[in-house]
Every structure is written in C-alpha cells, then in structure tokens.
C-alpha cells in the first residue's frame, strides 16, 4: 500500500500536467506555475510542447519521452528524480497517459517510491461528453478503437450491449470505414461527433449514426465520437420483447427515440424490413 499527501512531500516529483487540446488560453494557472519551476519537462513530441512554452515565456528545459523510447527515457526520468530533479511530463494535448503516453513512465515512478501529482486541464473527451446531449453517465471512455478493420470490427461487436454511454477518439481518414462498422454492429443510434475541439473550426454534430455517416467523408480535424449506449433492455439476456412490431417501436419512443429511428432499430432486432415496420406502425 501506499499513502501519497501530495502538497505535503519534500520528495522530486513526477508531475503530470494537462496541456491545451487546441486552444493555448485553456491552460491553467497551477499547471503553468508547475511547468515554470520543475527541473525538467519529459514531452511526447518537443515541437509542440516549445511552441506552448514560447507562448507563455517558459524557459525550462525540455526531452522526449514518447511510445517509441521508453526504455531509454524512462530511466532518464529515474535518474533526474534520484539527483533530486522534479519532472513534468506532458503529451502533445490533454492529459499524459489518456490515448497518449504516460502510464510506462508513471507507474516505474510510483515503483520507484516517488510521488507522482496530477495537475488538471483541458480532455477531448470530457468536453464532447457534456455538449453530446447524450446521458453523460455512466460513459466508457474507449479511445482509439484498433486501425484494422477486422480487430475493430471484434472490438464493436463486444461493445454491442453495453448500456454506458461510449466515448471513442477516431481519425479523419479511418471515421467513414468507423461509422460504417458502427451501424452494423449497433444499429442506427443516437451520437455526436465533435471535431476540432476548443479550436477555431471547431463543430458539434449531434444525429443518428446514419446521418452522421452521410456527411463523414468531407470531415476534417481531430474527431471525439460520443455514442449512445444500448437501450434495450432484453438486449444480450435471451428475452426478446413480446408485443407487436407496433408495440416495440412505440417502446423505444417512450424512451426518447424519434419514430424513424425506433423504427429502423425494431427492423434490425427482429430481422425485418423498415418499410414492413413502418407500416405496421403507422396503421396501429
């Protein structure tokens, strides 16, 4: 066991610090304070951190640290902390650690028997969370889902049931191939995809996975994925619902979802067509 009294400890620390996801005046106070007066700043990639260091005239010196030498910078940190050096370490946006490196180094840290402090800012996916208008908890905070197609597509179908709203980052270049498989393996469910976040250009688009599946491929920018979870609630138990095609669409209605919608995922459960459902629904 261990007890950490983090603003107590006369010990180097490790400090990780969250860095602006887009827009350099959302940084806060403490961490800059922080990145002033540690030793140190371990960095994903030294071309970004410096760009936010020369925007608020910070002068610590800098070194890398990213997925590719950890065996060589995770010593390094080691050693500065063992001379009695504190380290920040940053990513290139938002929180280390979170889609981006930082757990290898923290965690030999904490093995090590140094503090390891964590200074707030700016995440992605927190703030595509709150402006989805989907329920923002509980939420599954995914990440990247795997870049092959056949491993991402496992990965959705393991995802299918689960209740919790989903949180995904995706590329623009891999988002229409990722809505594509989403449809399949969820169905037609609510979403919002927010692009370039706290950025000039930035844009909330909140549909269906279909509508959203439309537009995809003229897409640009850093995207967040906040998907609704499954709202069925015999999905994945072996019961299926009892009443009429009529009934179940009405059901899923009374829980929020627009006609079109509840049709077209009655369709997919019960292996009908849309258009026999829309029928049956409309001549109730």
């Given at each position: 066991?261990?007890?950490?009294?983090?603003?107590?400890?006369?010990?180097?620390?490790?400090?990780?610090?969250?860095t602006?996801?887009?827009?350099?005046?959302?940084?806060?106070?403490?961490?800059?304070?922080?990145l002033?007066?540690?030793?140190?700043i371990?960095?994903?990639?030294?071309?970004?951190?410096?760009?936010?260091?020369?925007?608020?005239?910070?002068?610590?010196?800098?070194m890398?640290?990213?997925?590719?030498?950890?065996?060589k910078?995770?010593p390094?940190?080691?050693?500065?902390?063992?001379?009695?050096q504190?380290?920040?370490?940053?990513?290139?946006?938002?929180?280390?650690?979170i889609?981006?490196?930082?757990y290898?180094?923290?965690?030999?840290?904490?093995?090590?028997?140094?503090?390891v402090?964590?200074?707030?800012?700016?995440?992605?996916?927190?703030?595509?969370?709150?402006?989805?208008?989907?329920?923002?908890?509980?939420?599954?905070?995914?990440?990247?889902?795997?870049?092959?197609?056949?491993?991402?597509?496992?990965?959705?179908?393991?995802l299918?049931?689960?209740?919790?709203?989903?949180?995904?980052?995706?590329?623009?270049?891999?988002?229409?191939?990722?809505?594509?498989?989403?449809?399949?393996?969820?169905?037609?469910?609510r979403?919002?995809?927010?692009?370039?976040?706290?950025?000039?250009?930035?844009?909330?688009?909140?549909?269906?996975?279909?509508?959203?599946?439309?537009?995809?491929?003229?897409?640009?920018?850093?995207m967040?994925?906040?998907?609704?979870?499954?709202?069925?609630e015999?999905?994945?138990?072996?019961i299926?619902?009892?009443?009429?095609?009529?009934?179940?669409?009405?059901?899923?209605?009374?829980?929020?979802?627009s006609?079109?919608?509840?049709?077209?995922e009655?369709?997919?459960?019960r292996?009908?067509s849309?258009?026999?459902?829309?029928?049956?629904?409309?001549?109730?």
């Amino acid at each position: 066991m261990q007890r950490q009294k983090s603003f107590e400890t006369t010990q180097p620390t490790l400090y990780l610090v969250a860095t602006p996801i887009g827009n350099l005046s959302e940084i806060t106070p403490r961490a800059l304070e922080v990145l002033k007066s540690v030793d140190i700043i371990a960095a994903e990639d030294t071309r970004v951190t410096v760009k936010l260091l020369n925007h608020y005239d910070i002068h610590t010196p800098l070194m890398s640290h990213h997925e590719h030498n950890l065996q060589k910078a995770i010593p390094k940190v080691l050693g500065l902390l063992a001379e009695g050096q504190s380290v920040a370490q940053v990513s290139d946006a938002g929180y280390p650690a979170i889609s981006d490196p930082g757990y290898e180094l923290a965690q030999a840290v904490m093995q090590a028997g140094y503090p390891v402090v964590p200074v707030s800012g700016p995440n992605a996916a927190l703030d595509a969370l709150i402006v989805s208008g989907i329920a923002p908890q509980p939420f599954l905070f995914y990440g990247f889902l795997s870049h092959q197609d056949k491993k991402k597509k496992k990965e959705l179908e393991e995802l299918k049931r689960e209740r919790a709203t989903m949180v995904f980052y995706e590329a623009p270049h891999r988002i229409t191939k990722t809505l594509s498989l989403m449809m399949d393996a969820f169905g037609d469910r609510r979403m919002a995809l927010c692009r370039e976040l706290t950025k000039k250009h930035e844009e909330i688009i909140r549909g269906t996975i279909s509508e959203i599946q439309e537009i995809a491929g003229e897409l640009k920018g850093e995207m967040v994925l906040v998907v609704e979870g499954s709202q069925d609630e015999d999905e994945g138990t072996g019961i299926t619902f009892e009443g009429t095609p009529a009934e179940h669409v009405q059901s899923y209605i009374d829980k929020g979802m627009s006609a079109k919608d509840a049709i077209k995922e009655v369709a997919r459960l019960r292996g009908l067509s849309k258009n026999q459902v829309y029928k049956e629904f409309h001549e109730s």
